[in-house]
């Protein structure tokens, strides 16, 4: 098993930024890559960023491409999510989760490990 707890979230005014940590514990080894999604009251949950434990190859959707920036810290075993320029539409719970390969990074179902998730707002 793998145990994920994301922290960092808040509330912001809108151009602002947030840094968001998700802290992996236990059989870590048994996973390849950790990805971001988010979900907003009344809508499905979204990706947003993933990145590959061992090469640090990174993608992101394109609705926060050029604003956040996904990172790791292979030994603290820790990824990041630096949000810039938050907008009120990044106002979600953003989930944190791993799994193993790096196919169909955008797709939830493709991971096996999720965060209890961190709430993220946005003011006007």
């Known amino acids: 098993q793998v145990q994920l707890v994301e922290s960092g979230g808040g509330l912001v005014q809108a151009g602002g930024s947030l840094r968001l940590a998700c802290a992996a514990s236990g059989r870590t080894f048994s996973t390849s890559a950790m990805g971001w999604f988010r979900q907003a009251p009344g809508k499905e949950r979204e990706f947003v960023a993933a990145?590959?434990?061992?090469?640090?190859?990174?993608h992101y959707a394109d609705s926060v491409k050029g604003r956040f920036t996904i990172s790791r810290d292979n030994a603290k075993n820790t990824v990041y999510l630096q949000m810039n320029s938050l907008k009120p539409e990044d106002t979600a719970v953003y989930y944190c989760a791993a799994r193993s390969g790096w196919t169909r990074v955008v797709v939830s179902r493709e991971y096996d490990y999720w965060g209890q998730g961190t709430q993220v707002t946005v003011s006007s």
């Open positions: 990145i590959n434990w061992s090469d640090g190859r990174t």
